[in-house]
């Protein structure tokens, strides 16, 4: 996908699906460049296909947040930014475990911020986030 500057730039960290699968439709179909990210890179790669030829789909998974940097290294400018991943858990207080609490809170808390922290300095002047929360118990 060739990254032309004069087309708004959208990243969704977790559009392979749901909410972020929707937004990069949205922009897709409205012409924008778009980068999705999954945590498994030939899933990825193929939602991208199938939303558009203006999308491309890195694999990443922000629960492991020392690898968001060089995964998004690619990525030119943004104009939009949605985080938007998610990673179902039921997690119980009574059959509590908690490594998938921690891999949960890892994600939307250091995670969510490190894509931030990578992509900021290429955000252009009018950029934006989207942050979408969730239950983390």
Known sequence: ????????????IGGTGGIGFAIAKFYA?????????GRDQ????????EIGS???????DVAEPERVEKALAEVEHVDYLALVAVER???SAREYDIAR???IVT???IGYTEVAHSLYPRMTAG??????GGLAS
Request: proline fraction near 0%; charge should be positive.
């Open 1 to 12: 996908m060739a990254n032309d500057k004069n087309k708004k730039s959208v990243v969704v």
């Open 29 to 37: 179909d409205s012409g924008a460049n778009v980068v999705i990210t």
């Open 42 to 49: 030939e899933r990825t790669s193929g939602v991208a296909a």
């Open 54 to 60: 203006n999308v491309r789909g890195i694999g990443l």
């Open 89 to 91: 858990d039921y997690n």
């Open 101 to 103: 609490a921690r891999r």
């Open 107 to 109: 994600m939307k808390l």
């Open 127 to 132: 950029g934006s986030t989207v942050l979408f």
